[in-house]
């Protein structure tokens, strides 16, 4: 089950690192061919709000290590903060 877990951890991982750099193309495509696009963007960023929680479960079973599940809390904490503060923005100057 560990074994599977750490597969399970890394693949987490490398697809979350996968989806902010989609999440940088989507803003990409937002500024520089055509504003409709920032849709994706924010559809995309509330999609990848919850994606760190089962990155945290899968370091959690592996038992990858005291400082790997503190980084794993530290990026659900950061990632769950980010697009409250974009939706913030817009109501405070």
Same mark, same amino acid.
């Given at each position: 089950?560990?074994? #599977? !877990?750490?597969? !399970?951890? $890394? =693949?987490?991982?490398?697809? &979350?690192?996968? $989806?902010? @750099?989609?999440? %940088? +193309?989507?803003? #990409?495509? #937002?500024? &520089? %061919? #055509?504003?409709?696009?920032?849709? +994706? *963007?924010?559809?995309?960023?509330?999609?990848? *709000?919850? $994606?760190?929680?089962?990155?945290?479960?899968? =370091?959690?079973? =592996?038992?990858?290590?005291?400082?790997?599940?503190?980084? =794993?809390? !530290?990026?659900? @904490?950061?990632?769950? &903060?980010?697009?409250?503060?974009?939706?913030?923005?817009?109501?405070?100057?």
């Amino acid at each position: 089950m560990i074994r #599977g !877990a750490r597969f !399970a951890y $890394a =693949a987490l991982a490398w697809a &979350f690192v996968i $989806a902010i @750099v989609l999440q %940088v +193309l989507f803003i #990409g495509l #937002g500024l &520089f %061919v #055509g504003s409709e696009n920032l849709e +994706l *963007h924010r559809d995309f960023g509330w999609i990848l *709000h919850l $994606a760190p929680l089962p990155i945290l479960v899968a =370091a959690a079973l =592996a038992r990858a290590g005291r400082t790997r599940i503190l980084q =794993a809390t !530290a990026l659900v @904490v950061v990632i769950f &903060f980010v697009p409250i503060l974009a939706a913030v923005r817009s109501d405070l100057p």
